[in-house]
């Protein structure tokens, strides 16, 4: 029988706490991955001005090809950051529920702590339901911020593409 002590509650232990620990290794690798690519697009802008130019003046089809290049790259880890905002919630929630059921099976019959313990472990049952939702929140923060900078860059060079004599000059 499992024996509930402050400090001992295996809130984070067990397949659960495996697989949130690896969302949220997976949501915080995409999410620097997303801000070092953007880091890194603003840096290069006059390049990649000069490209796009060479791509407009080669005809709309081969600024179409670079266009979706571009977009395939800045949606990179797109569908990860939406499927962890969904699924970290629900794991938390699921090792917080194991954590219940743990302590009060430790609580026995009558449902009463044991002489001498107090309740101040016991808070630890939430923390797999605090760390899916920070997970969650990250996810959707970073991917709502990437999908807005996808649409306003993408938007930016199709009006571009429509209208190449409107391209601004560096």
């Known amino acids: ?3 509930a002590s402050p400090g001992l509650i295996p809130a984070l232990s067990g397949p659960i706490g495996v697989l949130l620990v690896l969302v949220s290794i997976a ?3 995409v999410a620097f991955d997303r801000c070092r ?3 890194q697009w603003w840096r290069r802008r006059q390049s990649r001005r000069q490209q796009w130019r060479r791509q407009l003046e080669a005809g709309p089809t ?3 090809h670079q266009l979706e290049d571009w977009d395939r790259e800045i949606r990179f880890g797109e569908p990860l950051l939406r ?3 969904l699924i970290a919630p629900l794991l938390g929630l699921i090792g917080t529920v194991i954590g219940l059921m ?3 099976s ?3 019959p009558q449902l009463v702590l044991p002489a001498g313990a107090s309740l101040q472990g016991y808070g630890q049952v939430l923390l797999s339901t605090a760390l899916g939702l920070i997970v ?3 996810a959707t923060t970073t991917l709502s911020l990437n999908q807005g900078l996808c649409q306003w860059q993408i938007g930016e060079l199709e009006r571009q593409l429509r209208r190449p004599w409107e391209l601004v000059q560096p």
């Open 106 to 108: 430790s609580l026995g």
């Open 37 to 39: 690519w953007w880091i």
């Open 83 to 85: 499927a962890a905002s």
């Open 62 to 64: 081969q600024a179409r």
């Open 136 to 138: 969650s929140l990250v």
């Open 27 to 29: 949501v915080v690798t």
């Open 1 to 3: 029988m499992y024996t």
């Open 102 to 104: 743990q302590v009060l």
